[in-house]
């Protein structure tokens, strides 16, 4: 767990986005749409402080937690390297071996359990143990967005008229308007990649390396299964956890499995 993560440009960014986010959501859209006084105005801002605080505690997650270490000890005693020749490997920077889907990250300069990406944007791998924390934290944060998006056009329907005669309030809210709508867009494609990425246990490396096993079983006449699909509800519960309502809870839930082993299809 590190904290000092928390000091680099890119995450003081997105804390910064998300209190401007928030500030013109209660301050600015809500506020002039009903009211924040009037219960309908109390009741929207309770919904999105929620949302806000479900996104900040997910991305202090992300940033604080170790995306996965290779554990130091018993890794050859343990079986796995010896159990299953192909996937044996050594990094060759780090001079140990590597469990599967395991992959070697240049930034952090160190191997990473089941690494999806180096995330500039929480200073840290996403990786085995803060995966399902980053999830949640594009759920909720295209969630909230598209919320911030719907509260803005209400707005504008109540105050159309009057923004009419006042440029820079009319320039603002174009601005906050184009912001608003780039920003859902972003984060609600990140959001379907990732729901695919889950839905087929992969990660967005194995994606990547996926397409060239893809194209060479198809030159020979052969499908393609991703080794680790092991049917949609499995995979989904493999990263989520096991109870469905703690799916969108942005914790980390040990899995059965503990980084080092999966399941693959052919086991099941
Ligand atoms: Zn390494
Ligand atoms: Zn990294």
Redesign the pocket.
């Known amino acids: 767990m590190s904290c000092r993560r928390f000091l680099s440009i890119p995450v003081i960014s997105v804390i910064l986005v998300m209190g401007f986010v928030y500030y013109i959501t209660l301050f600015v859209f809500i506020d002039d749409w009903v009211g924040l006084h009037s219960s309908h105005g109390k009741l929207n801002a309770f919904v999105f402080s929620f949302l806000a605080f479900l996104c900040l505690v997910s991305l202090s997650i992300c940033v604080v937690i170790d995306?996965g270490r290779v554990p130091a000890h018993d890794v050859e005693d343990s079986g796995w390297s010896h159990s299953n020749g192909t996937e044996s490997r050594k990094c060759d920077k780090c001079f140990a071996y590597k469990p599967p889907r395991t992959h070697h990250?240049?930034?952090?300069r160190r191997c990473?359990l089941k690494?999806d990406h180096?995330c500039l944007w929480i200073n840290?791998?996403v990786g085995y143990a803060n995966y399902k924390a980053f999830f949640v934290l594009v759920f909720y944060a295209t969630v909230a967005c598209i919320y911030s998006t719907v509260l803005m056009v209400c707005c504008i329907f109540t105050n159309g008229n009057s923004y009419a005669g006042n440029v820079p309030l009319k320039t603002f809210m174009v601005s906050c308007g184009v912001f608003m709508i780039g920003l859902s867009l972003t984060l609600g494609t990140l959001l379907c990649w990732h729901i695919y990425l889950i839905a087929h246990n992969m990660t967005t490396i194995e994606h990547y390396d996926s397409k060239r096993a893809s194209w060479l079983a198809r030159k020979s006449g052969q499908s393609y299964r991703h080794q680790y699909d092991i049917g949609a509800y499995k995979n989904i519960t493999s990263v989520l956890g096991p109870n469905m309502i703690k799916w969108l809870c942005p914790t980390f839930t040990r899995n059965p499995e503990d980084g080092i082993r999966f399941s693959a299809s052919r086991d099941s």
Not at 105 to 108: E, F, G, P, Q, T
């Open positions: 995306p990250c240049r930034v952090c990473v690494m180096h840290n791998c």
